[in-house]
């Protein structure tokens, strides 16, 4: 039957080339229990060939599938889904079963360590810790992104809601480290969007809420010789993500990825990334 896929949160593709896409389709809805209420719905995980035709849906009625944030396709071709408002990640191995969950959805009870005082700790805050530090572990609000280093540890960035960190698991899905709090300093992020891991382990936060003098300043002194003329048909507008959006693209492409001239690469929308990645 046909398949209506609504607002898109996350695509990529397998080593096979079958197409994976996360999107916020169907209708969320929710039922009250005695002293919690469940929601669920309201994201689908559909899989698609090489050639764009449907295979099938994964993870129908999975209780972690509410608002889709994000998706990425592990070197071993296990499925990773991210939800904001589930606060979960969800691996499918390649045969479309659920292998790991880390996360847990809000509840109306309190279930973090209390406070000195009696009192629980707020989300985010991780009771004693620096505000954004988060509680150490996968208790997490809205997360956003997922990556493994070589071998084959688990970081999630953690995320766009009232945490600033990046958690550190091991590939079994236990809790091995985080760091990272709410701030303009060092160590501290203002919205972690998006992760990526280079071949030396290193890891790349994108910060939404920060700015770094001589990245993305406002304003940046540059010698004439860096200076280079607009083309004709290219808006300001648009010239002045070019320099932006190259740079990612290179380092996700070459610098990340390794990719070769018979690979097969996916971009998400009409951006300017995306452009410079076609």
């Given at each position: 039957?046909?398949?209506?896929?609504g607002?898109?949160?996350?695509?990529?593709?397998?080593?096979?080339?079958?197409i994976?896409v996360?999107?916020?389709?169907?209708?969320?809805?929710a039922?009250?229990?005695?002293?919690?209420?469940?929601?669920?719905?309201?994201?689908?995980?559909?899989?698609?060939?090489?050639?764009?035709?449907?295979?099938?849906e994964?993870?129908?009625?999975?209780?972690?599938?509410?608002?889709?944030?994000?998706?990425?396709?592990?070197?071993?071709?296990?499925?990773?889904?991210?939800?904001?408002?589930?606060?979960?990640?969800?691996?499918?191995?390649?045969?479309?079963?659920?292998?790991?969950?880390?996360?847990?959805?809000?509840?109306?009870?309190?279930?973090?360590?209390?406070?000195?005082?009696?009192?629980?700790?707020?989300?985010?805050?991780?009771?004693?810790?620096?505000?954004?530090?988060g509680?150490?572990?996968?208790?997490f609000n809205?997360?956003?992104?997922?990556?493994?280093?070589?071998?084959?540890?688990?970081?999630?960035?953690?995320?766009?809601?009232?945490?600033?960190?990046?958690?550190?698991?091991d590939?079994?899905?236990?809790?091995i480290?985080?760091w990272?709090?709410?701030?303009a300093?060092?160590?501290?992020?203002?919205?972690?969007?998006?992760?990526?891991?280079?071949d030396q382990?290193?890891?790349?936060?994108?910060?939404?809420?920060?700015?770094?003098?001589?990245?993305?300043?406002?304003?940046?002194?540059?010698?004439?010789?860096c200076?280079?003329?607009?083309?004709?048909?290219?808006?300001?507008e648009?010239?002045?993500?070019?320099?932006?959006?190259?740079?990612?693209?290179?380092?996700?492409?070459?610098?990340?990825?390794?990719?070769?001239?018979?690979?097969?690469?996916?971009?998400?929308?009409?951006?300017?990334?995306?452009?410079?990645?076609?």
């Open positions: 039957k046909d398949v209506y896929v607002e898109v949160a996350g695509v990529g593709a397998n080593s096979k080339g079958q994976f996360y999107t916020r389709t169907g209708h969320p809805y039922t009250l229990g005695d002293n919690r209420t469940f929601s669920r719905g309201g994201s689908r995980l559909f899989e698609f060939d090489r050639t764009g035709r449907f295979v099938r994964l993870g129908q009625d999975v209780y972690g599938f509410n608002a889709a944030i994000g998706l990425r396709v592990d070197p071993q071709d296990n499925v990773w889904t991210i939800d904001a408002a589930a606060n979960q990640v969800v691996k499918f191995d390649p045969e479309g079963r659920i292998a790991l969950v880390l996360g847990r959805k809000p509840e109306t009870i309190s279930v973090r360590p209390a406070q000195p005082g009696g009192q629980a700790a707020q989300p985010g805050r991780g009771g004693r810790g620096a505000p954004g530090s509680t150490p572990g996968s208790t809205r997360p956003t992104d997922v990556a493994w280093d070589r071998a084959g540890n688990i970081y999630v960035a953690d995320g766009i809601g009232a945490t600033n960190r990046v958690a550190k698991f590939k079994d899905g236990r809790f480290s985080h990272g709090s709410t701030g300093g060092q160590g501290q992020f203002s919205g972690v969007k998006a992760l990526a891991i280079d382990g290193r890891v790349y936060v994108a910060d939404v809420g920060n700015t770094i003098d001589g990245w993305l300043g406002e304003m940046i002194l540059l010698p004439t010789s200076l280079a003329t607009i083309p004709e048909p290219v808006s300001w648009d010239a002045a993500t070019v320099s932006g959006s190259g740079l990612t693209v290179w380092h996700a492409l070459h610098d990340v990825a390794h990719v070769r001239s018979d690979d097969i690469v996916l971009t998400l929308g009409t951006g300017g990334v995306s452009t410079f990645g076609v």
